[in-house]
């Protein structure tokens, strides 16, 4: 059965390759047809197997603008990074420092002492959150920009290859001779099949 279902997988790809000859259908040159072998340098290019950023790459490689525009979404992303960075290191610094001093001040076996030092801590940890309470609600800020930056550019990229990825489909048309043609060589087996006795 399995050397039934992998001839058949066969024929039918061999037919299918056959109709897409050059000659039975007009090629049309395309981003969809380079993005195959592209990589992209847009913002989401981590991600290989994602078509619309392939498609993409090859649209950045022939209009300045586009590539521009890629680059500076790129730069942006990068001190956007770097920005929160600096800020990240002091910030987890000081909750881990915090942190770790709760979990001390829980080892103090004189209840009275550790009741003191957790009330320290708390007075402290207060005053520093209300002392960087600006600093996150920009932080916060610095983040939400970036989500929108980075939904309106995704939005963006997809609308610039929707017409791309129609091209493509005009350019390769699915017909149905091969398949039709294949199910009639499939039927005449199977009758063949089911009159052998």
């Given at each position: ?24 259908a007009?090629?049309?040159e395309?981003?969809?047809d380079?993005a ?15 078509m619309v ?16 525009l890629?680059?500076?979404l ?5 001190e ?15 909750e ?15 209840s009275?002492?550790?009741q ?18 600006k ?13 929108d ?34 199910i009639?060589?499939q ?7 089911k009159?052998?006795?």
């Amino acid at each position: 059965m399995k050397k039934i279902l992998f001839a058949s997988a066969l024929a039918l790809s061999v037919l299918s390759c056959k109709e897409n000859k050059p000659g039975n259908a007009t090629v049309v040159e395309n981003a969809v047809d380079n993005a195959e072998s592209s990589v992209s340098g847009s913002l989401k290019s981590y991600r290989n197997d994602n078509m619309v950023d392939k498609i993409y790459s090859e649209l950045i490689k022939n209009d300045k603008n586009l590539k521009t525009l890629d680059d500076k979404l790129i730069k942006v992303y990068e001190e956007s990074g770097k920005v929160l960075g600096l800020y990240g290191e002091t910030l987890h610094k000081s909750e881990d420092f915090y942190r770790d001093a709760h979990y001390q001040a829980g080892t103090i076996k004189d209840s009275l002492l550790k009741q003191q030092m957790e009330k320290e801590i708390k007075i402290s940890s207060d005053h520093y959150n209300q002392k960087i309470s600006k600093v996150k609600e920009l932080i916060a800020k610095v983040n939400k920009n970036s989500d929108d930056i980075n939904n309106f550019y995704t939005a963006f990229k997809i609308r610039k290859t929707l017409p791309e990825i129609g091209k493509y489909q005009n350019a390769h048309p699915l017909k149905t001779d091969s398949l039709e043609n294949f199910i009639n060589k499939q039927n005449q087996l199977l009758n063949e099949l089911k009159n052998i006795k």
